[in-house]
Nanobody
Framework: QVQLVESGGGLVQPGGSLRLSCAAS????????MGWYRQAPGKQRELVAT???????NYADSVKGRFTISRDNAKNTVYLQMSSLKPEDTAIYYC???????????????WGQGTQVTVSS
């Protein structure tokens, strides 16, 4: 089994910054794409950013230029540096990863439990 544990959420004023972390642990042979998604009250979960094992990134238009995703493959950890935060960034942020438990090449999708980010004055 694999666990994804997020940390770093909290309350921040508009224009402020936060850094989220997500560490994967358990039966891990390799991890391909890791990413962050978010869900605001009354809205569907949406993609924020993803990063492949080779470092290629993809961002939602709403966060381009403000958020940066990165990963440490040795630590099985993905980060989301969020800057210039806006009230509309308020949401529960979820970590996602595709994990292979062995060398057979089968990847399974896992989610973290979520961490709350609130942007408010």
């Amino acid at each position: 089994q694999v666990q994804l544990v997020e940390s770093g959420g909290g309350l921040v004023q508009p224009g402020g910054s936060l850094r989220l972390s997500c560490a994967a642990s358990g039966s891990i042979f390799s991890i391909n794409t890791m990413g962050w998604y978010r869900q605001a009250p009354g809205k569907q979960r949406e993609l924020v950013a993803t990063i492949t094992s080779s470092g290629s990134t993809n961002y939602a238009d709403s966060v381009k230029g403000r958020f940066t995703i990165s990963r440490d493959n040795a630590k099985n950890t993905v980060y989301l540096q969020m800057s210039s935060l806006k009230p509309e960034d308020t949401a529960i942020y979820y970590c996602n990863a595709g994990v292979a438990p062995d060398s057979r090449g089968l990847y399974y999708n896992y989610w973290g439990q979520g961490t709350q980010v609130t942007v408010s004055s």
